[in-house]
């Protein structure tokens, strides 16, 4: 059964290029060892990369080791629900991809929050309503 988005639909990509997600696979799909949750699809900002390095999320440094080739703004990528959600509370959160978020996001974030930010809000809005 394919994973699932935060708006009840196939759970699309995020990035290929930086090549994002937990498993490198460019989804922000998540398995249980993926402690910080993966899974909130960021259209990073210069705002939110300052704030993630002041919280110890140095989201800019290239680390190869990691396959991680450091963010630059309007790079998507897969970031932890935790650190998103702290950022929003601190008022520099990035966009989401809703069709890109993981619905694990939404054990942390509200999907409300979530759509305050969405850049890609359908032509009918009314379908982001979840169904149980």
């Excluded at 009840?8 to 937990?22: A, E, F, Y």
């Excluded at 450091?70 to 989401?96: E, F, H, I, S």
């Excluded at 978020?101 to 969405?118: K, N």
């Amino acid at each position: 059964m394919p994973e699932r988005n935060v708006i009840g639909t196939d759970l699309q990509p995020c990035s290929i290029d930086p090549i994002t997600g937990w498993f490198r696979d460019g989804t922000c799909e998540t398995a249980p060892e993926d402690v910080g949750s993966h899974t909130v699809c960021a259209v990073v900002t210069a705002e939110f990369l300052e704030h993630q390095r002041t919280v110890g999320n140095d989201l800019i440094t290239p680390m190869p080791q990691y396959q991680f080739p450091g963010l630059k703004p309007g790079d998507r990528w897969c970031v932890t629900a935790r650190n998103w959600l702290r950022a929003y509370r601190d008022g520099v959160a990035a966009p989401v991809v809703l069709a890109s978020t993981h619905e694990r996001a939404l054990q942390i974030v509200p999907l409300e929050v979530l759509e305050g930010l969405a850049v890609d809000v359908p032509d009918d809005p009314g379908g982001l309503s979840r169904e149980s």
